[in-house]
């Protein structure tokens, strides 16, 4: 069974870190794309940025580039999404999720081709 638990979420001032970690069981973790939705309240779920283990791509969507670094531990099955100089508007529920088919470059416009899901940590940034 497909397991993917995140953790790091908490509250933060504008301009602060927050490091997450997405705990992966259930699938060869080296051979899946690993990718960061949110969902703020009342807005659609956005693709933040993506991993492919196979080759170590990584996709970033514009409003987090230079801020959000995505890296993956494949002996710790474990994805993390370090997250810079935050902002109010990154406050949402975070969401890692995974898929063997999927490529990174579908994070932003098909988010459903990834089959499998966390339940979610909170970030939320106080301004």
């Known amino acids: 069974e497909v397991q993917l638990v995140e953790s790091g979420g908490g509250l933060v001032q504008a301009g602060g870190s927050l490091r997450l970690s997405c705990a992966a069981s259930?699938?060869?973790?080296?051979?899946?794309?690993i990718a960061w939705f949110r969902q703020a309240p009342g807005k659609e779920r956005e693709g933040v940025s993506c991993i492919s283990n196979s080759d170590g791509r990584t996709y970033y969507v514009d409003s987090v580039k230079g801020r959000f670094t995505i890296s993956s531990d494949n002996a710790k099955r474990t994805a993390y999404l370090q997250m810079n100089s935050l902002k109010p508007e990154d406050t949402a529920v975070y969401y890692c999720?995974?898929?063997?088919?999927?490529?990174?470059?579908?994070?932003?416009?098909?988010?459903?081709?990834?089959?499998?899901w966390g339940q979610g940590t909170q970030v939320t940034v106080s301004s």
């Open positions: 259930g699938f060869t973790f080296a051979d899946y794309a």
């Open positions: 999720a995974a898929d063997l088919f999927a490529p990174c470059t579908v994070v932003a416009e098909y988010p459903s081709l990834f089959a499998s």
